[in-house]
Protein backbone atom coordinates (compact mmCIF):
# COMPACT_ATOMS: atom_id res chain seq x y z
CA UNK A 1 0.00 0.00 0.00
CA UNK A 2 1.40 3.48 -0.69
CA UNK A 3 2.48 5.50 2.06
CA UNK A 4 0.08 8.25 2.73
CA UNK A 5 1.83 12.00 2.02
CA UNK A 6 0.85 14.29 5.23
CA UNK A 7 2.53 18.03 4.49
CA UNK A 8 2.29 20.62 7.09
CA UNK A 9 3.08 24.39 6.35
CA UNK A 10 4.76 26.45 9.06
CA UNK A 11 7.73 25.37 10.86
CA UNK A 12 6.48 27.08 14.18
CA UNK A 13 6.28 25.89 17.46
CA UNK A 14 2.27 24.91 16.31
CA UNK A 15 3.59 23.07 12.99
CA UNK A 16 6.62 21.17 14.56
CA UNK A 17 4.20 19.87 17.01
CA UNK A 18 1.27 18.55 14.97
CA UNK A 19 4.30 16.84 12.72
CA UNK A 20 5.77 15.41 16.35
CA UNK A 21 1.79 13.95 17.05
CA UNK A 22 1.31 12.68 13.68
CA UNK A 23 4.60 10.66 13.65
CA UNK A 24 3.96 9.66 17.12
CA UNK A 25 1.55 7.59 15.48
CA UNK A 26 3.30 5.37 13.47
CA UNK A 27 0.62 5.75 10.82
CA UNK A 28 2.61 4.55 8.06
CA UNK A 29 2.85 8.16 6.49
CA UNK A 30 5.62 10.37 4.79
CA UNK A 31 5.30 13.82 7.07
CA UNK A 32 7.22 16.86 5.41
CA UNK A 33 6.95 20.22 6.66
CA UNK A 34 7.66 23.17 4.96
CA UNK A 35 8.52 26.53 6.09
CA UNK A 36 9.36 30.36 3.94
CA UNK A 37 12.15 31.15 6.59
CA UNK A 38 15.35 30.00 7.01
CA UNK A 39 16.53 27.51 9.79
CA UNK A 40 16.11 28.78 12.90
CA UNK A 41 13.78 31.42 11.80
CA UNK A 42 10.36 31.14 13.65
CA UNK A 43 8.13 33.47 13.78
CA UNK A 44 5.44 34.23 16.63
CA UNK A 45 7.11 31.40 18.20
CA UNK A 46 10.32 32.10 18.59
CA UNK A 47 11.33 33.49 21.97
CA UNK A 48 12.17 37.03 21.48
CA UNK A 49 8.90 37.45 20.10
CA UNK A 50 6.84 36.47 22.93
CA UNK A 51 6.35 36.06 26.67
CA UNK A 52 7.64 32.44 27.05
CA UNK A 53 4.59 32.07 29.71
CA UNK A 54 2.78 28.61 30.19
CA UNK A 55 -0.29 30.02 30.43
CA UNK A 56 -2.84 27.95 33.33
CA UNK A 57 -6.14 28.66 32.21
CA UNK A 58 -7.12 32.19 33.85
CA UNK A 59 -8.10 33.88 31.51
CA UNK A 60 -10.53 31.42 29.22
CA UNK A 61 -13.60 30.42 29.34
CA UNK A 62 -14.12 26.80 30.60
CA UNK A 63 -15.23 25.02 28.02
CA UNK A 64 -14.34 26.38 25.16
CA UNK A 65 -11.99 25.33 22.90
CA UNK A 66 -9.13 27.52 24.16
CA UNK A 67 -9.79 26.41 27.42
CA UNK A 68 -9.86 22.58 26.66
CA UNK A 69 -6.29 22.66 24.38
CA UNK A 70 -4.51 25.04 26.99
CA UNK A 71 -5.29 22.80 30.27
CA UNK A 72 -3.67 20.07 28.45
CA UNK A 73 -0.99 21.36 26.47
CA UNK A 74 0.33 23.49 29.81
CA UNK A 75 0.59 20.02 31.32
CA UNK A 76 2.34 18.52 27.93
CA UNK A 77 4.31 20.89 27.48
CA UNK A 78 5.87 21.23 30.71
CA UNK A 79 6.28 17.67 30.83
CA UNK A 80 8.33 17.89 27.48
CA UNK A 81 10.72 20.39 28.99
CA UNK A 82 11.34 18.60 31.77
CA UNK A 83 11.46 15.29 30.15
CA UNK A 84 14.28 17.29 27.72
CA UNK A 85 15.64 19.01 30.83
CA UNK A 86 15.35 22.33 29.03
CA UNK A 87 14.98 25.75 30.69
CA UNK A 88 12.39 25.75 33.18
CA UNK A 89 11.21 28.28 35.72
CA UNK A 90 8.18 26.94 37.56
CA UNK A 91 8.15 30.85 39.39
CA UNK A 92 4.03 30.92 39.64
CA UNK A 93 2.17 34.41 38.27
CA UNK A 94 0.49 36.82 40.55
CA UNK A 95 -2.74 38.31 38.86
CA UNK A 96 -2.92 42.06 41.05
CA UNK A 97 -5.93 43.85 41.14
CA UNK A 98 -6.65 47.79 42.63
CA UNK A 99 -9.71 47.58 44.81
CA UNK A 100 -12.15 48.26 41.62
CA UNK A 101 -15.32 47.05 41.73
CA UNK A 102 -14.27 45.50 38.26
CA UNK A 103 -10.86 44.24 39.50
CA UNK A 104 -12.56 42.41 42.10
CA UNK A 105 -15.09 40.85 39.99
CA UNK A 106 -11.93 39.80 37.55
CA UNK A 107 -9.83 38.38 40.00
CA UNK A 108 -12.80 35.95 41.23
CA UNK A 109 -13.57 34.97 37.87
CA UNK A 110 -10.14 33.70 37.26
CA UNK A 111 -10.39 32.10 40.71
CA UNK A 112 -13.22 30.29 39.37
CA UNK A 113 -11.70 29.53 35.93
CA UNK A 114 -7.81 28.42 37.38
CA UNK A 115 -10.03 26.02 38.96
CA UNK A 116 -12.23 24.70 35.61
CA UNK A 117 -9.33 24.29 33.65
CA UNK A 118 -6.90 22.15 35.54
CA UNK A 119 -5.67 24.45 38.66
CA UNK A 120 -5.32 22.18 41.60
CA UNK A 121 -7.22 24.12 45.02
CA UNK A 122 -4.12 23.82 46.46
CA UNK A 123 -2.37 26.35 43.96
CA UNK A 124 -4.41 28.80 43.68
CA UNK A 125 -5.28 31.57 46.42
CA UNK A 126 -6.95 35.10 46.72
CA UNK A 127 -3.98 37.41 48.56
CA UNK A 128 -4.82 40.71 49.99
CA UNK A 129 -2.53 43.67 49.50
CA UNK A 130 -0.46 43.30 52.42
CA UNK A 131 -0.34 39.41 51.79
CA UNK A 132 0.62 40.11 48.15
CA UNK A 133 3.21 42.83 49.00
CA UNK A 134 4.73 40.41 51.67
CA UNK A 135 5.39 37.69 48.87
CA UNK A 136 6.44 40.52 46.36
CA UNK A 137 7.80 43.82 48.37
CA UNK A 138 8.35 45.71 45.58
CA UNK A 139 4.87 45.42 44.30
CA UNK A 140 2.78 49.16 44.78
CA UNK A 141 0.70 49.93 48.04
CA UNK A 142 -2.55 50.60 45.54
CA UNK A 143 -2.67 46.95 44.84
CA UNK A 144 -6.04 45.99 47.13
CA UNK A 145 -6.02 41.93 46.21
CA UNK A 146 -4.45 39.54 44.08
CA UNK A 147 -4.77 35.62 42.83
CA UNK A 148 -1.62 34.03 43.30
CA UNK A 149 -1.08 30.44 41.11
CA UNK A 150 1.77 28.38 41.58
CA UNK A 151 1.89 26.26 38.41
CA UNK A 152 2.30 28.58 35.86
CA UNK A 153 6.04 28.50 34.43
CA UNK A 154 8.48 30.09 32.09
CA UNK A 155 9.92 28.76 29.37
CA UNK A 156 12.62 28.97 26.92
CA UNK A 157 11.12 28.80 22.99
CA UNK A 158 13.91 28.69 21.25
CA UNK A 159 15.46 25.41 22.96
CA UNK A 160 11.72 23.62 22.60
CA UNK A 161 11.77 24.64 19.16
CA UNK A 162 15.13 23.43 18.23
CA UNK A 163 14.05 19.85 20.24
CA UNK A 164 11.00 19.57 18.63
CA UNK A 165 12.65 19.92 14.79
CA UNK A 166 15.14 17.80 15.37
CA UNK A 167 12.41 15.66 17.35
CA UNK A 168 11.07 15.66 13.61
CA UNK A 169 13.77 14.33 11.91
CA UNK A 170 14.73 11.54 14.03
CA UNK A 171 11.35 10.29 14.10
CA UNK A 172 11.40 10.01 9.88
CA UNK A 173 10.45 13.53 9.23
CA UNK A 174 11.67 16.06 7.05
CA UNK A 175 11.90 19.87 7.38
CA UNK A 176 12.50 21.73 4.18
CA UNK A 177 13.50 25.85 4.92
CA UNK A 178 13.28 28.28 2.51
CA UNK A 179 10.10 26.72 0.79
CA UNK A 180 7.59 29.13 0.70
CA UNK A 181 4.03 27.82 -0.29
CA UNK A 182 2.27 29.61 -3.25
CA UNK A 183 -0.68 27.69 -4.34
CA UNK A 184 -3.16 24.95 -3.12
CA UNK A 185 -4.49 23.10 -6.07
CA UNK A 186 -6.85 19.50 -5.53
CA UNK A 187 -7.41 16.75 -7.54
CA UNK A 188 -10.50 15.06 -7.22
CA UNK A 189 -9.48 12.03 -9.07
CA UNK A 190 -6.93 10.80 -6.74
CA UNK A 191 -7.91 12.91 -3.37
CA UNK A 192 -4.79 14.57 -3.27
CA UNK A 193 -3.49 18.54 -2.90
CA UNK A 194 -0.87 19.51 -5.26
CA UNK A 195 1.13 22.09 -2.94
CA UNK A 196 2.89 24.28 -4.62
CA UNK A 197 5.97 25.64 -3.41
CA UNK A 198 8.97 27.71 -4.40
CA UNK A 199 11.25 25.14 -4.42
CA UNK A 200 8.54 22.65 -6.78
CA UNK A 201 5.51 20.55 -6.22
CA UNK A 202 4.58 17.96 -3.43
CA UNK A 203 2.17 16.04 -3.12
CA UNK A 204 -0.31 15.49 0.03
CA UNK A 205 -2.90 13.35 1.00
CA UNK A 206 -3.78 15.54 3.97
CA UNK A 207 -2.46 18.79 4.74
CA UNK A 208 -2.38 21.08 7.71
CA UNK A 209 -1.91 24.66 8.01
CA UNK A 210 -0.09 26.18 10.40
CA UNK A 211 1.20 29.42 8.74
CA UNK A 212 0.67 31.37 11.62
CA UNK A 213 0.32 35.23 10.51
CA UNK A 214 -0.12 33.99 7.39
CA UNK A 215 -2.72 31.35 7.85
CA UNK A 216 -5.83 32.94 6.21
CA UNK A 217 -3.66 33.72 3.13
CA UNK A 218 -2.76 30.11 3.23
CA UNK A 219 -6.41 29.25 4.04
CA UNK A 220 -7.64 31.14 0.64
CA UNK A 221 -5.61 29.05 -1.75
CA UNK A 222 -7.65 26.70 -1.08
CA UNK A 223 -11.18 28.68 -0.65
CA UNK A 224 -11.25 29.14 3.20
CA UNK A 225 -10.85 31.99 5.23
CA UNK A 226 -14.27 33.63 3.81
CA UNK A 227 -15.79 35.09 7.05
CA UNK A 228 -12.44 35.51 9.07
CA UNK A 229 -9.01 37.29 8.68
CA UNK A 230 -5.48 38.32 10.45
CA UNK A 231 -4.88 41.22 12.03
CA UNK A 232 -1.47 41.55 12.65
CA UNK A 233 -1.34 43.50 16.10
CA UNK A 234 2.57 43.98 17.40
CA UNK A 235 3.51 43.87 20.89
CA UNK A 236 6.66 45.90 22.25
CA UNK A 237 8.86 44.94 25.51
CA UNK A 238 11.00 47.04 27.71
CA UNK A 239 13.18 46.40 30.52
CA UNK A 240 15.58 48.15 32.82
CA UNK A 241 18.05 47.19 35.30
CA UNK A 242 16.51 46.63 39.03
CA UNK A 243 19.50 47.97 41.34
CA UNK A 244 16.62 47.66 44.48
CA UNK A 245 18.06 43.85 45.63
CA UNK A 246 13.81 43.28 46.22
CA UNK A 247 13.84 40.73 43.06
CA UNK A 248 10.24 39.80 41.69
CA UNK A 249 9.94 36.16 42.36
CA UNK A 250 6.62 35.52 40.48
CA UNK A 251 5.13 37.42 36.83
CA UNK A 252 3.23 39.63 37.58
CA UNK A 253 0.20 39.93 35.92
CA UNK A 254 -2.79 43.27 36.12
CA UNK A 255 -5.92 42.35 35.70
CA UNK A 256 -6.97 43.31 32.31
CA UNK A 257 -8.26 46.56 31.08
CA UNK A 258 -10.82 45.45 28.74
CA UNK A 259 -11.39 41.21 29.68
CA UNK A 260 -12.84 41.22 26.30
CA UNK A 261 -9.90 41.18 24.57
CA UNK A 262 -7.47 38.69 24.43
CA UNK A 263 -4.24 41.34 25.04
CA UNK A 264 -3.17 41.40 28.18
CA UNK A 265 -2.19 44.68 30.26
CA UNK A 266 1.70 45.16 30.44
CA UNK A 267 2.62 42.78 33.34
CA UNK A 268 6.30 42.38 34.47
CA UNK A 269 8.60 39.67 34.94
CA UNK A 270 12.45 39.58 36.26
CA UNK A 271 15.24 37.85 34.79
CA UNK A 272 18.88 38.13 35.09
CA UNK A 273 18.47 41.53 37.02
CA UNK A 274 16.32 43.12 34.97
CA UNK A 275 12.79 43.53 34.85
CA UNK A 276 10.91 43.32 31.25
CA UNK A 277 8.09 45.11 31.44
CA UNK A 278 4.87 44.69 28.35
CA UNK A 279 3.83 44.23 25.46
CA UNK A 280 1.68 46.75 24.19
CA UNK A 281 -0.66 45.98 21.58
CA UNK A 282 -1.09 47.98 18.52
CA UNK A 283 -1.77 47.25 15.17
CA UNK A 284 0.85 46.88 12.87
CA UNK A 285 0.53 49.04 9.39
CA UNK A 286 3.39 46.97 8.37
CA UNK A 287 4.37 43.60 6.93
CA UNK A 288 3.21 40.67 9.23
CA UNK A 289 6.65 39.53 10.23
CA UNK A 290 8.93 41.97 10.27
CA UNK A 291 10.87 42.13 13.76
CA UNK A 292 13.69 45.13 13.13
CA UNK A 293 11.72 47.37 15.63
CA UNK A 294 10.35 49.71 12.78
CA UNK A 295 7.11 50.56 12.72
CA UNK A 296 7.28 52.17 9.32
CA UNK A 297 3.89 50.98 7.30
CA UNK A 298 3.98 48.81 4.25
CA UNK A 299 2.25 49.88 1.61
CA UNK A 300 1.26 47.01 -0.15
CA UNK A 301 0.28 45.36 3.47
CA UNK A 302 -1.74 48.87 4.19
CA UNK A 303 -3.23 48.61 1.51
CA UNK A 304 -4.36 44.90 1.48
CA UNK A 305 -5.68 45.36 5.32
CA UNK A 306 -7.60 48.68 4.23
CA UNK A 307 -9.61 47.31 1.03
CA UNK A 308 -11.28 44.88 3.74
CA UNK A 309 -14.27 46.18 5.08
CA UNK A 310 -13.36 43.75 8.17
CA UNK A 311 -10.18 46.07 9.32
CA UNK A 312 -12.51 49.23 9.24
CA UNK A 313 -15.17 47.16 11.14
CA UNK A 314 -12.16 46.21 13.49
CA UNK A 315 -11.40 49.85 14.43
CA UNK A 316 -14.88 50.72 14.92
CA UNK A 317 -15.74 47.92 17.32
CA UNK A 318 -12.09 48.98 19.27
CA UNK A 319 -12.43 52.45 19.51
CA UNK A 320 -12.30 52.64 23.19
CA UNK A 321 -9.53 50.93 23.54
CA UNK A 322 -7.25 53.05 20.61
CA UNK A 323 -6.59 55.58 22.57
CA UNK A 324 -4.78 54.29 26.28
CA UNK A 325 -2.90 51.48 23.72
CA UNK A 326 -1.58 54.06 21.01
CA UNK A 327 -0.52 56.03 24.47
CA UNK A 328 1.44 52.88 25.47
CA UNK A 329 2.77 51.92 22.42
CA UNK A 330 4.19 55.44 21.24
CA UNK A 331 4.80 57.28 24.25
CA UNK A 332 7.81 56.03 27.00
CA UNK A 333 5.77 58.19 29.51
CA UNK A 334 2.47 56.47 29.06
CA UNK A 335 3.94 53.06 28.72
CA UNK A 336 6.23 53.97 32.18
CA UNK A 337 3.22 54.80 34.38
CA UNK A 338 1.27 51.64 33.08
CA UNK A 339 4.12 49.94 34.23
CA UNK A 340 4.69 51.99 37.53
CA UNK A 341 1.28 51.42 38.75
CA UNK A 342 2.13 47.44 39.62
CA UNK A 343 5.95 48.69 41.29
CA UNK A 344 6.03 51.12 44.51
CA UNK A 345 7.67 54.09 42.97
CA UNK A 346 9.55 54.93 46.70
CA UNK A 347 11.02 51.42 46.08
CA UNK A 348 11.77 51.69 42.35
CA UNK A 349 11.42 54.65 39.60
CA UNK A 350 10.05 53.75 36.76
CA UNK A 351 12.15 56.48 34.24
CA UNK A 352 10.64 56.62 31.08
CA UNK A 353 14.26 57.71 30.40
CA UNK A 354 15.74 54.53 31.64
CA UNK A 355 13.16 52.00 29.69
CA UNK A 356 15.16 50.33 27.17
CA UNK A 357 13.63 48.64 24.28
CA UNK A 358 14.09 44.86 24.95
CA UNK A 359 11.77 43.18 21.98
CA UNK A 360 9.15 42.90 20.01
CA UNK A 361 6.21 40.12 18.67
CA UNK A 362 3.67 40.26 16.19
CA UNK A 363 0.09 38.73 17.38
CA UNK A 364 -1.39 37.10 14.47
CA UNK A 365 -5.05 37.85 15.47
CA UNK A 366 -8.22 35.95 14.25
CA UNK A 367 -10.68 39.11 13.48
CA UNK A 368 -14.52 37.88 11.82
CA UNK A 369 -15.31 39.63 8.82
CA UNK A 370 -17.57 41.34 11.02
CA UNK A 371 -14.65 42.70 12.93
CA UNK A 372 -15.22 40.99 16.03
CA UNK A 373 -12.07 40.01 17.67
CA UNK A 374 -12.19 35.74 18.36
CA UNK A 375 -11.29 35.08 21.88
CA UNK A 376 -11.42 31.32 20.95
CA UNK A 377 -9.19 28.76 19.20
CA UNK A 378 -10.47 26.98 16.19
CA UNK A 379 -9.51 24.68 12.81
CA UNK A 380 -11.36 24.95 9.45
CA UNK A 381 -11.78 22.17 7.84
CA UNK A 382 -10.27 21.53 3.48
CA UNK A 383 -12.37 19.26 1.99
CA UNK A 384 -11.70 17.12 -1.56
CA UNK A 385 -15.26 15.71 -2.89
CA UNK A 386 -16.71 16.02 0.61
CA UNK A 387 -14.50 14.47 2.42
CA UNK A 388 -12.16 15.88 5.57
CA UNK A 389 -8.21 16.33 3.81
CA UNK A 390 -7.16 19.57 5.43
CA UNK A 391 -7.12 21.81 8.57
CA UNK A 392 -6.09 25.03 8.81
CA UNK A 393 -5.26 26.62 12.52
CA UNK A 394 -7.20 29.21 12.74
CA UNK A 395 -5.93 31.32 15.83
CA UNK A 396 -2.32 31.39 16.11
CA UNK A 397 -2.55 33.81 18.83
CA UNK A 398 -1.63 33.43 22.67
CA UNK A 399 -1.13 30.73 24.53
CA UNK A 400 -0.50 29.16 21.26
CA UNK A 401 2.82 27.99 22.48
CA UNK A 402 1.28 26.68 25.51
CA UNK A 403 -1.38 24.96 23.89
CA UNK A 404 0.94 23.57 21.00
CA UNK A 405 1.34 19.99 22.07
CA UNK A 406 -2.52 19.66 22.57
CA UNK A 407 -2.94 21.28 19.40
CA UNK A 408 -0.81 18.87 17.70
CA UNK A 409 -2.47 15.75 19.52
CA UNK A 410 -6.06 16.64 18.38
CA UNK A 411 -4.56 17.46 14.82
CA UNK A 412 -2.77 14.42 14.71
CA UNK A 413 -6.26 12.41 15.79
CA UNK A 414 -8.14 14.11 12.74
CA UNK A 415 -5.40 13.26 10.40
CA UNK A 416 -5.58 9.54 11.36
CA UNK A 417 -9.18 9.24 11.47
CA UNK A 418 -10.39 11.99 9.57
CA UNK A 419 -13.63 10.35 8.37
CA UNK A 420 -14.77 10.09 11.65
CA UNK A 421 -14.34 13.97 11.91
CA UNK A 422 -15.74 14.77 8.47
CA UNK A 423 -19.17 15.10 9.29
CA UNK A 424 -18.50 16.71 12.61
CA UNK A 425 -18.95 21.03 13.07
CA UNK A 426 -15.59 22.14 14.33
CA UNK A 427 -17.35 24.69 16.52
CA UNK A 428 -19.99 23.13 18.38
CA UNK A 429 -20.41 21.48 21.51
CA UNK A 430 -20.12 18.14 20.55
CA UNK A 431 -16.38 18.90 18.75
CA UNK A 432 -15.50 20.20 22.10
CA UNK A 433 -16.26 17.20 23.78
CA UNK A 434 -14.63 14.72 21.72
CA UNK A 435 -11.76 16.56 21.83
CA UNK A 436 -11.88 16.71 25.56
CA UNK A 437 -12.28 13.20 25.64
CA UNK A 438 -9.55 12.42 23.56
CA UNK A 439 -7.58 14.14 26.40
CA UNK A 440 -9.24 11.67 28.83
CA UNK A 441 -8.24 9.08 27.64
CA UNK A 442 -4.62 10.21 26.99
CA UNK A 443 -4.18 10.99 30.46
CA UNK A 444 -4.88 7.47 31.59
C1 LIG B 1 3.79 39.41 21.96
C2 LIG B 1 3.38 37.96 22.08
C3 LIG B 1 3.37 37.35 23.33
C4 LIG B 1 2.98 36.02 23.45
N1 LIG B 1 3.08 35.39 24.67
C5 LIG B 1 2.78 34.07 24.77
C6 LIG B 1 2.98 33.37 25.99
O1 LIG B 1 3.48 33.92 26.97
N2 LIG B 1 2.60 32.07 26.06
C7 LIG B 1 2.04 31.40 24.99
O2 LIG B 1 1.69 30.23 25.11
N3 LIG B 1 1.88 32.04 23.80
C8 LIG B 1 2.25 33.34 23.67
N4 LIG B 1 2.13 33.99 22.46
C9 LIG B 1 1.53 33.26 21.35
C10 LIG B 1 2.50 32.28 20.72
O3 LIG B 1 3.77 32.86 20.56
C11 LIG B 1 1.89 31.87 19.36
O4 LIG B 1 0.58 31.41 19.55
C12 LIG B 1 2.67 30.74 18.74
O5 LIG B 1 4.04 30.98 18.78
C13 LIG B 1 2.17 30.57 17.31
O6 LIG B 1 2.92 29.57 16.72
P1 LIG B 1 2.62 29.12 15.24
O7 LIG B 1 3.47 27.94 14.98
O8 LIG B 1 1.15 29.01 15.05
O9 LIG B 1 3.04 30.40 14.34
P2 LIG B 1 4.50 30.94 13.94
O10 LIG B 1 5.47 30.82 15.01
O11 LIG B 1 4.30 32.30 13.36
O12 LIG B 1 4.94 29.95 12.79
C14 LIG B 1 4.33 29.97 11.54
C15 LIG B 1 5.37 29.56 10.52
O13 LIG B 1 4.73 29.47 9.25
C16 LIG B 1 5.64 29.90 8.27
N5 LIG B 1 4.91 30.30 7.07
C17 LIG B 1 4.01 31.31 6.96
N6 LIG B 1 3.57 31.39 5.69
C18 LIG B 1 4.19 30.43 4.98
C19 LIG B 1 4.15 30.01 3.63
N7 LIG B 1 3.37 30.62 2.71
N8 LIG B 1 4.93 28.97 3.24
C20 LIG B 1 5.73 28.33 4.14
N9 LIG B 1 5.81 28.70 5.45
C21 LIG B 1 5.05 29.73 5.86
C22 LIG B 1 6.38 31.04 8.93
O14 LIG B 1 7.63 31.29 8.31
C23 LIG B 1 6.49 30.56 10.37
O15 LIG B 1 7.74 29.98 10.67
C24 LIG B 1 2.54 35.30 22.30
C25 LIG B 1 2.57 35.93 21.05
C26 LIG B 1 3.02 37.23 20.93
C27 LIG B 1 3.11 37.83 19.57
Redesign the pocket.
Known sequence: MRKKNIVV???????LAVACQVLAKKMSANVTV????SPGV????DGS?????G?SGLYYTPGTLKAILNEYGFELLRDYIIRRNLPYNPCGKIVVGYGSEKDNRLLERYYTNALANGRSPKKVRMLDGNAVRKKEPLLSKEIASALEVDEPYLFNANSILRDMEKDVMDAGGTVRHN???VGIASSARDMRWTIKTTKGDLHADFFIN?????VDR?AQMVGGAKNWFICPVV?IYKDMINPTGMHLQHMVYQVPSDPENPFLDPHAIESDGSIHFG?TAMVKWGMREHYSGSMVPHLGEMIQAHVNPGTWLFYLNNIKNVPREIGRHYSNRIFANACQRMIDESKLTIDPSILRFYKL????QHVSSKGVISNEFGLEKHVINGELRGVT?IN????????SLAVGCLVADIVGSHDKYTDIDFNSQAFREKVRQLFIRRRK
Open positions: IGAGIKGVDKEYHMSHNTQCHTRVAGGGQIGPGIRGDPGSPGFTA
